[in-house]
Structure formats: structure tokens, C-alpha cells
T-cell receptor
Framework: KNEVEQSPQNLTAQEGEFITINCSYSVGISALHWLQQHPGGGIVSLFMLSSGKKKHGRLIATINIQEKHSSLHITASHPRDSAVYICAVSPNSGGSNYKLTFGKGTLLTVNP | NAGVTQTPKFRILKIGQSMTLQCAQDMNHNYMYWYRQDPGMGLKLIYYSVGAGITDKGEVPNGYNVSRSTTEDFPLRLELAAPSQTSVYFC???????????FGPGTRLTVL
């Protein structure tokens, strides 16, 4: 079983819809990261969080440490939000918390 | 700042050939990483470095070697290329343990 599970794997939405992508993990962590990868493009860090909630523009990331779960929300989605969203965790094990463990990603397509 | 740069962007190798993927960062980050990304799979850590002169294996190191003679550069060497090494390779860096990672644009490698 992968240590980091994302759902859904694929998501199609209409422009303007509210989007939620989920991430569950099975290990203790020091931080959780959300990353964005556009088709054929590089990878950009969106958020790093260890508790609570962070907001950047139309993107909101939340984490529940007790439930080992995080969500990424996109409000008023736009076609330019179409990308793969990747969840990654810094495991809190033996001093190796600088090595990330990645989920397989969620492919989001926003249609106009 | 250029951030993290990688060369080349694309490369086709024949089985048995060798090559070096270059990675450089100008942010004075101590931590650097090499990942490979295969279709439908999460990013896998190949090698990492916590500072000049210090490197260690990640999850999938077989068939690769690295060196870190300076803070800025972290080249990845492929010896005796095999079709299983066909992948997209990303280099990343971070300033501290478990911190936000900054990714290069990637190198798409095909081994035929």
C-alpha cells in the first residue's frame, strides 16, 4: 500500500466549480506539501503545511494531523487550473524528514 | 535568480550508452535531490545530497551515480543506459530539512 494516497485520480470540472482533491497518508509526518504540474511542464510548490489551513488566492489547503488527511480546494475553477496536483509528505522518521514521499497525483481538467 | 536549472531538456540514448544529466541551483541550498517520474507513478527519489561532498541513495539508485563537489551543482550520471531508465528526471533543492523544494524543468530521457 502506498504511504500517500490521493483521490480522485482524475477529475473533470466545469469552469467556476469548487474543486476538492484529497490526500491521505499512513505515516507520521513533519510537513505535507501540495505541488502543481502542468502538462509537459515543471513542478511548482503550492503549499507546505504542518497544521491548520493555508490560503493563496483561489487555492486553500487544509490538514488534519489526527486523521492523517489533507485537502486541496480550488474556488471558482478556471481552465488554467488544469494540471496534475501532487501531494507529498515529509515522513517524521529517524531524521529523514527532508526526503519526500509522493502520491501518484490527481489529474484535474477544467472545461470552459 | 535562475532557480534550479537542468540540461539537457530532451535526450535519446542507445542501450549501453552513458550520459550525465546536469543540475545547478543558485539559491545556496544545501539539500539537493534527483527524482524520476514514470507515467502513472509518483516521483521516486534516486539520490540526494545534504551538502557539498555528502550524497546518499534514495529509493531507486541502481544504474545511477551522483557527485556533489560544490553547493551549486549536483550532476546525475547514467552508466550503461537501459530501456527501464526511460523517464522524466527532475532535480530539486531545498534550504532546510523538510522544507519547500524547488524543482528544475526536467529532462525527458528515452533509451532505445
Amino acid at each position: 500500500k502506498n504511504e500517500v494516497e490521493q483521490s480522485p485520480q482524475n477529475l473533470t470540472a466545469q469552469e467556476g466549480e469548487f474543486i476538492t482533491i484529497n490526500c491521505s497518508y499512513s505515516v507520521g509526518i513533519s510537513a505535507l506539501h501540495w505541488l502543481q504540474q502542468h502538462p509537459g511542464g515543471g513542478i511548482v510548490s503550492l503549499f507546505m503545511l504542518s497544521s491548520g489551513k493555508k490560503k493563496h488566492g483561489r487555492l486553500i489547503a487544509t490538514i488534519n494531523i489526527q486523521e492523517k488527511h489533507s485537502s486541496l480546494h480550488i474556488t471558482a475553477s478556471h481552465p488554467r487550473d488544469s494540471a496534475v496536483y501532487i501531494c507529498a509528505v515529509s515522513p517524521n522518521s529517524g531524521g529523514s524528514n527532508y526526503k519526500l514521499t509522493f502520491g501518484k497525483g490527481t489529474l484535474l481538467t477544467v472545461n470552459p | 535568480n535562475a532557480g534550479v536549472t537542468q540540461t539537457p531538456k530532451f535526450r535519446i540514448l542507445k542501450i549501453g550508452q552513458s550520459m550525465t544529466l546536469q543540475c545547478a541551483q543558485d539559491m545556496n541550498h544545501n539539500y539537493m535531490y534527483w527524482y524520476r517520474q514514470d507515467p502513472g507513478m509518483g516521483l521516486k527519489l534516486i539520490y540526494y545530497s545534504v551538502g557539498a561532498g555528502i550524497t546518499d541513495k534514495g529509493e531507486v539508485p541502481n544504474g545511477y551515480n551522483v557527485s556533489r563537489s560544490t553547493t551549486e551543482d549536483f550532476p546525475l550520471r547514467l552508466e550503461l543506459a537501459a530501456p527501464s531508465q526511460t523517464s522524466v528526471y527532475f532535480c530539486a533543492s531545498s534550504s532546510n530539512r523538510g522544507g519547500e523544494q524547488f524543482f528544475g524543468p526536467g529532462t525527458r530521457l528515452t533509451v532505445l
